[in-house]
């Protein structure tokens, strides 16, 4: 491809808070790319700029790079290369982003195509319905209350959009300050703590089940980390040790088929616990961090069997590739995820199905939500 013109700027994803677009303008035509901002971060995540937000700008609009010439996905180093002493995390995944759909564009190909041109198994999704924590200003501790269904991928959404609304009606009735505010990742807002969340969970899985006729599943994102302090795991007004705070994850996997960063982010050994007692997904988000080293630890402590892929907390799809590689080598389920500041890029859906995810994590809908899901339907419809 003969490039013509990189341009960086600044947009809003969608809380609001800045982020970056990448616009490349080659002989081809023009492809823009951008990346979405994490809330709850992890300690272990690389960082978002190299200074700020603007100066990465700037380093982008500055960077002459006309002779660079990718021909596979693989080339993608040459812009990590190029960019990784200048830019962060989020600038590097929003410049590949940008370059592997002009790279599609040369190629004739569908994006998913440049990673695995083969037409393997298809990603289910997990769609966050409550939100808490610290996507909320009220009710449950736990972060995300989700929905995973067993269907094809379209009847999948349908059936997490139908309990969304069953979660609404419900908590309609239970909770007299609910007015139908949501979360961050347009999750439910509502002031009922853990408890009475998983109970409104429980009953709408069945609800689903009962309508559809198919298997549903429930998960959580604990998200420990926000509220573990002093040693503590702080319920509001009961406080949790690390033994209690494991007895009660072990408990809840009886109830929950999904359970993600059930405790603090370096506790390796407390999810092994967890996971030697538990029969279903013990996941690794801020434990893991989509960091090699970090799940290659979290692989030989046998302390799960999920881990959460983001690309910016990476800011490497060349790393992301060889987490993968070791995630299938060990047996360990792959969940690409959005990031609650979402903006309206698409190209996780074809990064899930490229790399053969076996989960992907979206929200149920929603600005920045909607353009992921539709993005799936459509590469489902063009394989059947």
Known sequence: MKIKELKAREIKDTRGDKTIEIELITDLGRFIGSAPNGKSRGEYEAEPWKKSLKSDIANVNSCFIKDINIKRFDDLILIENTFKKIVGANTMIALEYTFLKALAKEEDKEIWQLI?????????????????????????????????????????????????????????????????????????????????????????????????????????????????????????????????????????????????????????????????????????????ATNYDRILMAIKKKSVNGVIIKPNQSGSLIEIKKIIELCKKNEIKTIFSHRSGETNENILADLAFGFQADYIKTGICGKGRDEKLNRMIEIERSLF
């Open 116 to 288: 695995n041109n083969r037409r393997g198994k298809f990603p289910m999704p997990i769609g966050n319905a409550i939100g808490g924590g610290k996507h909320s200003d009220k009710g449950p501790v736990f972060q995300e209350f989700h929905f995973i269904p067993e269907a094809t991928f379209e009847r999948a959404v349908i059936i997490g959009k139908r309990a969304r609304e069953n979660c609404s009606e419900i908590l309609k009735n239970l909770d007299k300050s609910f007015k139908k505010q949501t979360s961050d990742e347009n999750a439910w807002k509502t002031g009922l703590d853990n408890e009475n969340v998983i109970a409104v969970i429980q009953d709408v899985k069945e609800n689903m089940i009962d309508e559809f006729y198919t298997r549903v599943h429930c998960g959580i994102d604990c998200a420990a980390s926000e509220f573990f302090s002093n040693e503590k795991y702080n319920y509001n007004k009961k406080k949790l040790s690390r033994k209690e705070q494991i007895e009660k994850i072990i408990e809840l996997a009886d109830k929950f088929f999904y359970i993600e960063d059930p405790l603090e982010q370096n506790d390796f050994d407390g999810f092994s616990e967890i996971m030697k007692k538990s029969k279903g997904l013990i996941v690794g988000d801020d434990l893991t």
